[in-house]
């Protein structure tokens, strides 16, 4: 059997040892997940790598393959720009707290130096294009995110043919994404030695590009059919020349969301309908021109869109806001959600989130989203600091989810099991315990405590039965 100690220089091995050493390197423990125990995936991206001059680790490790489309990581594609010359560079911008307000990234072909490629991208960018719904790292790592999409933008716009066929990242592909930034390829496993067509039947089993569902697609019709779009899947194929579509149903959430974005900005729509605009502009005789308004003149706000409310609505539950369940919990949800628009927005808010003005809804649903980016930051802060506690202590493994049941009284199997204020509590409680002079002792009496809590109040519950 062929082993990595005796395999040739790989660019004259012929085919049937590249198969060998791609079944040898898919048994790594070490290799990326959509590698690992899959060949078929390892010799594929080797193959690519000798055909765009890419070593074959570095193709394993940065290439991924989504729905049969090589797709490189953010530093390859870099690297793919500079490889060719170009000069390039990225950026954020921040406000004065230090928050990441945009992302930037120009490009200076090496051909052309003077003239200046430039992509800005930013969460209400982001927000718009849905991605954060779709992709929680855009809560998490907010900059990388942004900086790796103002990349792709950019490098498509001035040197795609530097890119050698891999103009999109994973994540525009619909890819998803793991805790660790991986990409998921596929869920299918096989066992180690598995040979080449074993596993491939095995990696043909899943697919994770995520779907555009049937809700966006009918936006997507529904906004070409006002911006005059007639032939709807050419202008997606003008869009996204790099892919096959034979209708609509064939788009990813991501490539929707794309489309979405252009037709919001204008970008290649029908000449007819340009040319209709400009023609009114100049038929048309100008407007009268309007006297100052005076008081009675002025309109108030329009009603709140229903999409808006129900985003309210949806969001305030995410946040806690109005999470009460059980008896009574109508009437709580509305009082704490009345309490908290009538702070925010500084007016009495009373009766039905109907009665609130367009400006309302928006600047509200705007606030809970970035209470929602804030939350998520310290949510993943407190999950290391929890980690970290841990460690301390001594605790690992099952032993942790053990003491976080006893603690909460309730079957915790992970750390997503956790509500952010149970986070918030553990963490705190941990803190106090690393505090004392003896903090394992200490954390175990609370445990203990809090056992003791709860079966206290189950009896209490149990004897308060009857009549």
Not at 76 to 92: D, F, N, P, Q
Not at 321 to 344: M, P, V
Request: with cysteine.
């Amino acid at each position: 059997m062929t082993t990595s100690d005796n395999l040739p220089a790989i660019a004259t091995w012929p085919v049937p040892d590249r198969i060998r050493y791609a079944e040898e390197l898919a048994k790594a423990a070490l290799m990326p997940a959509a590698f690992l125990k899959n060949p078929p995936n390892v010799l594929y991206a080797i193959e690519f790598g000798i055909a765009v001059n890419i070593e074959p680790l570095v193709a394993v490790t940065e290439i991924h393959i989504i729905k049969g489309k090589p797709s490189p990581s953010a530093a390859l594609m870099s690297a793919l720009v500079r490889r060719a010359g170009h000069k390039l560079r990225t950026w954020v911008e921040r406000d004065d707290q230090g928050r990441p307000l945009k992302a930037v990234a120009t490009i200076h072909r090496h051909d052309d130096p003077d003239f200046e490629f430039r992509s800005e991208w930013t969460l209400a960018r982001a927000n718009l294009a849905g991605l954060p719904r779709q992709n929680e790292n855009y809560s998490k790592y907010t900059e990388q995110m942004l900086k790796a999409r103002a990349l792709a933008e950019v490098s498509r716009d001035a040197c795609k043919e530097a890119l050698l066929g891999m103009g999109y990242l994973p994540e525009e592909l619909g890819a998803q994404v793991n805790e660790d930034g991986s990409y998921v390829v596929t869920d299918a496993t096989v066992q180690a030695g598995a040979s080449v067509r074993e596993a491939s039947e095995a990696a043909q089993e899943t697919t994770v590009v995520v779907k555009a569902s049937p809700k966006k697609l009918k936006d997507l019709a529904d906004l070409m059919d006002t911006k005059g779009v007639k032939d709807k899947l050419d202008y997606i194929r003008t869009l996204i020349p790099d892919h096959e579509f034979n209708s609509a149903h064939d788009l990813t959430a991501a490539q929707a969301d794309q489309v979405l974005n252009a037709l919001g900005r204008g970008v290649n729509l029908p000449a007819s309908q340009d040319s209709d605009e400009a023609h009114a502009s100049v038929e048309q005789p100008p407007a009268a021109a309007k006297e100052e308004p005076v008081e009675a003149d002025i309109v108030e706000d329009g009603p709140a869109d229903p999409k808006d409310l129900r985003e309210l609505g949806i969001l305030m539950t995410d946040l806690g806001i109005t999470a009460n369940k059980g008896r009574g919990a109508t009437a709580k949800n509305d009082a704490a959600r009345f309490a908290w628009l009538s702070e925010f927005l500084g007016v009495e808010v009373e009766g039905s989130t109907k009665d609130l003005t367009r400006d309302q809804a928006q600047r509200a649903v705007a606030e809970l989203k970035r209470l929602q980016v804030e939350r998520a930051k310290l949510r993943n802060s407190l999950s290391k600091q929890i980690g970290e506690s841990f460690n301390r202590l001594g605790i690992t493994g099952e032993e942790r989810f053990h003491d976080l049941s006893d603690l909460l009284g309730r079957p915790v199997m992970k750390a997503e099991d956790l509500t952010h204020n149970e986070v918030v509590a553990v963490a705190e409680l941990l803190e106090q315990a690393l505090g004392t002079e003896q903090p394992r002792g200490t954390w175990d009496k609370m445990i203990d405590a809090a056992k003791a809590a709860l079966e206290a109040e189950a009896q209490g519950e149990q004897q308060g039965d009857g009549f």
